[in-house]
């Protein structure tokens, strides 16, 4: 039994070949409807699936003192932490990858190349030269 790709190629293809040579010129009109039926029905099945929960967008803020605007750092035991981590990005980014809970603060060291993650709110802030927190919100 063909599979639904096979199919809706083949009858595609069927319906441009039949049309009025005046009609040609439409012809790769018609493949991106096609092409876009193609990309909304594989949407659908990720939908479906649950994939779409992967794509979650993550936002951070970096905690700052209020009474002189120095960046605060997070001082109680981190859950996890990451050696050698080289950019700040991939330390926020890697922030709810392999957590067995959401991820709910991260400490980041620039020099020592040092990420720290906490599943919970850090109960104690202080200011440290060359580390930040970044707060999920």
Do not use: H
């Not at 009858?11 to 991106?32: L, N, Q």
């Not at 109680?76 to 981590?85: F, I, W, Y």
């Not at 990005?89 to 709810?96: E, G, M, P, Y």
Request: with cysteine.
């Amino acid at each position: 039994m063909p599979n639904f790709i096979t199919l809706f190629s083949f009858d595609f293809a069927g319906i441009v070949g039949k049309m009025t040579p005046e009609a040609k010129g439409t012809r790769s009109s018609a493949y991106c409807v096609g092409a876009m039926m193609l990309f909304v029905v594989i949407y659908a099945c990720m939908l479906m699936a649950g994939v779409s929960s992967a794509f979650e967008v993550v936002q951070f803020r970096k905690l700052v003192s209020a009474d002189d605007g120095n960046v605060l750092c997070g001082a109680s035991p981190p859950n996890k932490t990451l050696n050698d981590v080289q950019l700040k990005i991939q330390c926020l980014s890697a922030c709810n990858q392999g957590c067995p809970s959401r991820c709910q603060a991260v400490n980041y060291w620039n020099d020592a190349k040092l990420c720290e993650f906490f599943y919970y709110e850090p109960c104690s802030y202080d200011v440290q030269q060359d580390c930040a927190i970044y707060q999920v919100i």
